[in-house]
């Protein structure tokens, strides 16, 4: 009897589910997209109830078009959001909307409330977390001064993990090592909440999920009603997986020291498996337990990244959007066209592509997005082309960062939306100078999610067999002609933000 896996990752735009063989191969699959909520400038909300009922019927229908046995289907595992906090009633509900991980209300009374209280240094030591706007402590700081009486409500403080899990039919609340790490709340050299943090942030630690760090672990089992909701078998095995990015870092196969992976999706990061918890002595860079797999991640990242140019397409392209709906093609397609055809630097025309603030290696709450350079002679591929270089630039900011902090390089393994596009693909080899392996698998977040759930029922005797499966469809090496040309454009892109950090931000 054939046996498969499926693995849901549950995303900031939209999530996805895949039913994959034991081999890795994907067997059938579906997305879905929902909202996020702006309420207030730098505030990002999402609501359960746009949120579960995709998750539900994005796995039914990825069943479905596999056209398996859900009786075959022996485990799930999920692929979470990090840094989303949820405040739950006693009897499990949101007392209020998720507040995103990219949002950015805890600057600067979060922040300061902290710093006040422990040096940033000696935060940064405990967590491996550097103290700003994306992780949750600073927002639970929020929470606790501005909306007290949901604080004083809350019975859990739920990460995405542990909350699905649970709605999923977990027998209780159960997070990973890699979901807690994103808190900026967990002992990050001891792999446990840390009270200090804690006591800091207001939180009682009993109000805090079980922090797992068997790979794959089973905490439940899929119950009548469930199954109807989602096409899994009755009894399906329910099993923790981790926060995306180590999903996706999992799902790339990248394991042993010194492999790199590089996620351009809605959120952007560059991460590097090390068996040590190095600090960036600049206090950069975040140092992440590696869930399951004994060791750590060191990583960086963007707040935005290729929902950037998501953003690009919904506000600028709708003659794009309209053409491509009328030839049955990507609008993507035709803007990569568009970018193709301009020379490197876009014509003179930098974007910053801080569309939700700075993190990575230019940690900054307060910069945005910005176009400069414009003349009446601006073609739209320039704005186009600049988009997608500066989101590159910003993330050579992070792959730079990595270098100085002395983590060598051999080469990016990319996942995310980026690694379709064979011309993005190009333009990161030659901006980074690294050569970037597209993987077989392009849905790697699922697939990390769908490997811990092979290993808890015992598909996989470990991460590195599980690991195994994961395969290089194709390298884009670096060309060296274009490194002159990407280096000025770069340079460049410092500069704007350095004059607009003195002035603007």
């Not at 490194?483 to 002035?503: H, M, P, Q, S």
């Amino acid at each position: 009897m054939p046996k498969y896996l499926l693995g849901l990752d549950g995303g900031t735009t939209g999530c996805k589910a895949c039913v994959f063989d034991l081999e890795g191969k994907v067997i059938g699959s579906d997305y879905r997209e929902y909202p996020c909520y702006y309420p207030n400038p730098g505030w990002v909300e999402q609501t359960v109830e746009d949120l579960l009922p995709n998750f539900f019927d994005s796995v039914k229908c990825a069943i479905r078009n596999s056209k398996v046995d859900p009786r075959d289907i022996i485990a799930f595992g999920f692929s979470s959001q990090g840094s989303v906090i949820g405040l739950l009633d006693e009897k499990g509900a949101l007392i209020r909307p998720f507040v995103g991980w990219q949002d950015i209300r805890g600057i600067p009374e979060g922040y300061d409330y902290m710093i006040q209280r422990m040096p940033r240094s000696d935060i940064y030591k405990i967590t491996g977390d550097p103290v700003g706007a994306c992780f949750s402590n600073t927002k639970l700081v929020w929470l606790k001064l501005k909306e007290p009486e949901n604080f004083a409500k809350t019975a859990l403080f739920s990460t995405h993990q542990d909350f699905f899990l649970k709605e999923f039919g977990a027998e209780g609340y159960f997070t990973d090592v890699s979901s807690a790490s994103r808190e900026g709340m967990m002992d990050v050299d001891n792999w446990r909440w840390s009270k200090e943090i804690h006591d800091i942030c207001g939180v009682s630690m009993d109000k805090r999920a079980k922090i797992t760090t068997e790979p794959g672990a089973v905490v439940g089992h899929i119950k009548k009603d469930i199954a109807e909701k989602t096409g899994l078998a009755e009894g399906t095995p329910i099993c923790v997986g981790a926060h995306d990015q180590n999903c996706c870092t999992f799902g790339a196969g990248a394991v042993k020291d010194g492999t790199a992976v590089m996620v351009m999706g809605t959120f952007g990061s560059c991460f590097v498996v090390s068996d040590k918890p190095i600090r960036d002595p600049k206090e950069r860079l975040v140092v992440k337990g590696n869930h399951g797999v004994g060791n750590y991640t060191i990583e960086a990242f963007s707040n935005t990244a290729a929902s950037s140019y998501r953003w690009y397409r919904d506000i600028f392209c709708d003659f794009e959007k309209a053409k491509a709906a009328k030839d049955g093609v990507d609008p993507y397609d035709i803007i990569n066209e568009q970018i193709a055809a301009t020379p490197i630097g876009a014509n003179g025309i930098t974007f910053l592509s801080f569309l939700q603030g700075a993190a990575g290696a230019r940690i900054n709450a307060n910069a945005r997005g910005t176009f400069v350079g414009m003349t009446l002679g601006t073609k739209k591929g320039d704005m186009a082309r600049a988009v997608m270089e500066g989101i590159c630039y910003e993330m050579n900011d992070i792959v730079q960062a990595e270098m100085a902090a002395g983590i060598t390089f051999n080469g990016i393994r990319l996942s995310g939306g980026a690694a379709k596009s064979p011309l993005w693909c190009q333009m990161m080899a030659d901006i980074f100078k690294q050569p970037i392996h597209v993987l077989e698998a392009a849905e790697t977040g699922c697939l990390g999610a769908a490997l811990y759930a092979g290993i808890g029922v015992g598909a996989y005797k470990n991460c590195e067999e599980a690991a195994s499966v994961v395969r290089i469809r194709k390298t884009y090496d670096p060309d060296p002609s274009r490194y002159a040309a990407y280096d000025k454009a770069y340079a460049r892109f410092g500069e704007v933000y350095d004059a607009l950090d003195k002035k603007v931000f």
